[in-house]
């Protein structure tokens, strides 16, 4: 399967200030990759879906303007929460669409964001 | 749209016991399901999923799920678990668009 690989693992910044995080398929070129949030204790939530070439497609209640999405490859999309603040805390997943047909995702080891 | 239903938030076992993790999903369209587990501040593992076929799925590390159309389940078994099986663990549902839709979690605590 197709190895991901987010970065940073965590990140600590100070409210008001932007924060982009960065998920690379090391080995598999991802048409199409997912961007999740996860807050403690609780199950994953799909924040968009990025597309290489093309403008994300954010799910209901998501703020497009908060959220920036660019998947400008096939190898790397980023995400960047501006402007953060403390209820931007949480932890932010990534995953690669593997091979048409297979229904399989890869997910990248994840980004514990801390806005203080 | 479709949903997942993770009936046990937590579920103690001991040692080589046996575990069940309970899934159920509504969906008005044919979908595709999963379990995922993840260890503490990482991401998700794939352990088995069902596109189609048999009905009886295994996976990685023991596990095996059935998946039952009628009663729209598709529940996580392994019949003698290790003190490594201790985490989060997800049972999720997608269509043919692939955006996944998880249930709320099942924490399994493992005990010797």
Redesign the interface.
């Known amino acids: ?1 197709a190895v ?1 690989s ?1 970065h940073p ?1 965590w990140v600590i910044c100070k409210s008001g200030t932007s924060v982009k995080i960065e998920c690379r398929s090391l080995d598999f070129q991802a048409t ?1 990759m ?1 961007w999740y949030r996860q807050f403690p204790k ?5 924040m968009a ?1 990025s597309n290489e070439g093309s403008k994300a497609t954010y799910e209901q209640g998501v703020e497009k303007d908060k959220f920036l999405i660019n998947h400008a490859s096939l190898t790397l999309s980023t995400l960047t929460v501006t402007s953060a603040h403390p209820e931007d805390s949480s ?1 932010y ?1 990534c ?1 690669v ?1 593997g091979a048409r047909g ?9 980004t ?1 964001l801390t806005v203080v | 749209a479709q949903s997942v239903t993770q009936l046990d938030s937590q579920v103690p076992v001991f040692e080589e016991a046996p575990v069940e993790l309970r899934c159920n999903y509504s969906s008005s369209v044919s979908v ?1 399901l ?1 379990w ?1 587990v993840q260890y503490p ?6 352990l088995l ?1 069902y ?1 189609s076929g048999s009905t009886l799925v295994k996976g990685i590390n023991g596990f095996e799920a059935e998946f039952n159309k009628s009663q729209t389940s598709f529940h996580l078994r392994k019949p003698s678990v290790h003190i490594s099986d201790t985490a989060e663990y ?1 049972c999720a549902v ?1 269509r043919n668009d ?8 099942t924490t399994v605590t493992v005990r010797a």
């Open positions: 399967g991901v987010q693992s199409t997912f609780q199950s994953l939530m799909l879906t932890f997943i995953s669409l297979s229904g399989e995702a890869f997910f990248g080891q994840g514990r | 595709y999963f995922y501040n990482q991401g998700l593992q794939l999923k596109l997800f997608t692939y955006k996944l839709s998880f249930g709320a979690g």
